[in-house]
């Protein structure tokens, strides 16, 4: 994907990868492009870690049990024989100890939660897609988006970001509700644990010129 029109993880991940990671990165993103333009097909394989995030929704709406749903996934398929059991036990750990939502009736509201911000002035637009909507108790939400990627670790910074993001974009919510997730780092980021500081928007955009600038030269290798 064009990194004038990604997600916002893939964008959080590609501002604090590592320099060799982040060119891999994009350059195999520019390989996938041409391909497309000549007739190919710029498919992957489709999103590894969708299979597993429709597993949580369901776990946490108390409709199936994620240990179960992501031993199924594995028998289904091999490749998700690593990462799954270790996003598994980061999300159970992060839901019994840190989102507090044990033992407590909790509301998957049907529609994902989708939306997208748009910087004109850089062509480029950063999409949340698939957050999810939970109703604690019926008496509070929280949306929640997740960080996947094995590296680099979202720093603090990456989190207030990624917050300012959804923040800007799913302004039918109250922005306190607001939740990034890292399932392997059993690590989550809030308003209220990591206050934005002001000064979002003038880093993201800074990020979000650098990873453009380098894309276009390495377009020209």
Do not use: C
């Not at 590609?14 to 333009?37: C, H, T, V, W």
């Not at 306190?176 to 003038?202: C, H, K, V, Y």
């Amino acid at each position: 994907m064009s990194v004038l029109d990604l997600p916002l993880r893939k964008a959080l991940q590609l501002f604090y990868a590592p320099q060799s990671l982040r060119r891999s990165i994009l350059k195999e993103d520019i390989r996938l492009d041409r391909r497309k333009e000549t007739g190919g097909t710029r498919s992957r394989g489709g999103d590894f870690y969708l299979p597993f995030w429709s597993d949580v929704k369901i776990h946490v709406s108390g409709d199936g049990d994620l240990t179960q749903l992501t031993d199924d996934r594995i028998k289904s398929n091999s490749n998700f024989n690593r990462l799954y059991p270790l996003l598994k036990d980061g999300i159970l750990e992060l839901l019994s100890a840190k989102l507090r939502w044990s033992n407590e009736p909790v509301e998957i509201v049907p529609q994902s939660v989708h939306g997208k911000l748009r910087i004109e002035d850089l062509g480029g637009t950063v999409r949340i897609r698939d957050a999810f909507n939970a109703r604690v108790r019926g008496e509070y939400t929280r949306v929640v988006y997740p960080y996947f990627s094995e590296a680099p670790v979202l720093p603090e910074e990456g989190g207030r970001l990624g917050l300012w993001v959804m923040q800007r974009t799913l302004t039918e919510f109250d922005p306190g509700d607001m939740r990034i997730i890292d399932p392997l780092r059993r690590a989550f980021f809030s308003p209220q644990t990591t206050s934005l500081q002001g000064n979002e928007e003038a880093v993201f955009r800074n990020n979000y010129r650098s990873l453009i600038d380098e894309w276009e030269r390495l377009k020209q290798e």
